[in-house]
């Protein structure tokens, strides 16, 4: 009976071990992260005195932004070859979990951290929410982690990226030299039209258009997994329109239309073509079809040019061409504003960079191919990919050349008689 007691009393006390333990994992996904050392017999961190530091690698002097979705180097490095580090962890968070012991990481973007497979010298944190730590107990003198930055979205993102690294049990550091704040970039891409969509157009005239596209693919500009047989490469016949505002051609974050998949995919502009012309409207939808000549290999840096009108209804434009071989990419324009506070914009180019369709799986140009189930919405060709047989394996968008320059040019401008207009504005000429 006493015996009995005793193992009911031991098995009680594993149970609570064990519950506790499954709280504090819990916990550790909530509120800010603990990176005191497992090992750590001291709870307060040495003053670091510049010995061990982290950077991040940023193009330019942009030191203290980052760009949405892109691929960055971490490094955490020791400035003396005699003082190695044996643990460190590595943190990236939103600065407001300061506040609140509670704080859900999983309600905020703050992109992800991924481990180099090459060095084996990290793993995926079970402590705390996007964090990485030490395989081993080895001597370290660099360890280098990729972070990939938050998805583009609406909200001013802070973010903060926070290191600790150890000796030993008795000596680890955290703090200055150890954490980097960033805050978002919120210029536009490289690729955005000058001005943003109005649903308003109040330009008492109309105007006509060339837009020319220039392709620049390349064994030379994107050498990386170049098509091995590049007589099969080639551009679509550039297709798209004028329209209104509340028309939409294609645009990130939407389910591709049958006629942007079948371009995409094949090259095709048939149905995106057929798309268009049903859309036409004196008071909404489309006005002008755009198609500009198609070119393969060896001519696909010869231009593609075409003219459109735009009006007070129809007063933006978008493209389509489709780039072969891909799994389901295509270069374009979306939602591209004509009409200013100043008159018809005189000229513009803007560079072009792949778009996945979101229909087709395939990381590289010629890579096999299966439907993606489900279908996702337009996205940016995975820039930055961490997949090794990726043409944009660990690239930024601000270090990829452009696959095409698009260039747009007014040519005329027509006053409208007996036009009621709440301004004349559409009399000025840039």
């Given at each position: 009976m006493h015996n009995n007691t005793r193992y009911k009393s031991f098995v009680v006390l594993n149970t609570l071990i064990i519950l506790v333990s499954v709280i504090n994992t819990a916990t550790g996904q909530l509120g800010r992260c603990d990176q005191t050392p497992t090992q750590a017999d001291v709870t307060t961190p040495s003053e670091n005195n510049g010995i061990y530091r982290m950077s991040i690698s940023t193009k330019g002097n942009?030191?203290?932004?980052?760009?949405?979705?892109?691929?960055?180097?971490?490094?955490?490095?020791?400035?003396?070859?005699?003082?190695?580090?044996?643990?460190?962890?590595?943190?990236?968070?939103?600065?407001?979990?300061?506040?609140?012991?509670?704080?859900?990481?999983?309600?905020?973007?703050?992109?992800?951290?991924?481990?180099?497979?090459?060095?084996?010298?990290?793993?995926?944190?079970?402590?705390?929410?996007?964090?990485?730590?030490?395989?081993?107990?080895?001597?370290?003198?660099?360890?280098?982690?990729?972070?990939?930055?938050?998805?583009?979205?609406?909200?001013?993102?802070?973010?903060?990226?926070?290191a600790m690294v150890a000796e030993n049990s008795e000596v680890w550091y955290t703090g200055e030299n150890l954490t980097i704040i960033l805050e978002k970039d919120n210029r536009k891409p490289l690729d955005s039209p000058p001005y943003s969509p109005t649903d308003t157009c109040n330009l008492c005239s109309e105007a006509r258009y060339e837009v020319i596209f220039n392709g620049r693919w390349s064994r030379m500009t994107h050498p990386r997994y170049y098509p091995s047989r590049p007589d099969d490469n080639g551009y679509s016949y550039m297709v798209g329109a004028s329209h209104s505002y509340d028309y939409i051609l294609w645009q990130p974050g939407d389910k591709a239309s049958p006629g942007l998949q079948k371009l995409a995919e094949e090259a095709d502009i048939s149905v995106v073509e057929r798309e268009i012309i049903n859309a036409m409207s004196l008071h909404n939808g489309t006005r002008t079809l755009i198609r500009g000549k198609r070119h393969y290999h060896p001519d696909m840096h010869a231009p593609s040019h075409a003219v459109f009108r735009v009006d007070r209804i129809h007063h933006l434009f978008s493209v389509l061409v489709g780039m072969k071989p891909s799994p389901d990419w295509f270069l374009g324009a979306s939602r591209f504003e004509l009409c200013t506070d100043i008159g018809w914009l005189e000229y513009s180019e803007i560079p072009l960079y792949p778009w996945d369709a979101g229909t087709m799986d395939g990381v590289s140009y010629e890579s096999p191919t299966s439907m993606?189930?489900?279908?996702?919405?337009?996205?940016?060709?995975?820039?930055?990919?961490?997949?090794?047989?990726?043409?944009?394996?660990?690239?930024?968008?601000?270090?990829?050349?452009?696959?095409?320059?698009?260039?747009?040019?007014?040519?005329?401008v027509y006053p409208l008689n007996g036009v009621e207009c709440s301004n004349d504005k559409g009399w000025n000429v840039i």
């Open positions: 942009d030191t203290n932004i980052y760009r949405p979705d892109q691929t960055y180097v971490l490094k955490l490095t020791s400035n003396n070859p005699t003082r190695p580090f044996r643990w460190f962890m590595i943190t990236v968070e939103d600065p407001d979990v300061d506040n609140s012991p509670q704080f859900d990481h999983k309600s905020v973007d703050v992109g992800s951290l991924k481990t180099i497979d090459t060095n084996r010298q990290a793993r995926y944190s079970e402590r705390c929410y996007n964090s990485v730590e030490n395989t081993d107990n080895s001597d370290k003198y660099k360890v280098e982690i990729h972070w990939v930055s938050p998805k583009q979205n609406d909200r001013k993102q802070t973010v903060r990226l926070r993606t189930q489900p279908v996702d919405t337009v996205d940016r060709v995975a820039v930055g990919s961490f997949n090794q047989e990726s043409p944009f394996y660990q690239m930024n968008l601000n270090e990829l050349k452009p696959f095409a320059i698009l260039q747009v040019r007014r040519l005329d």
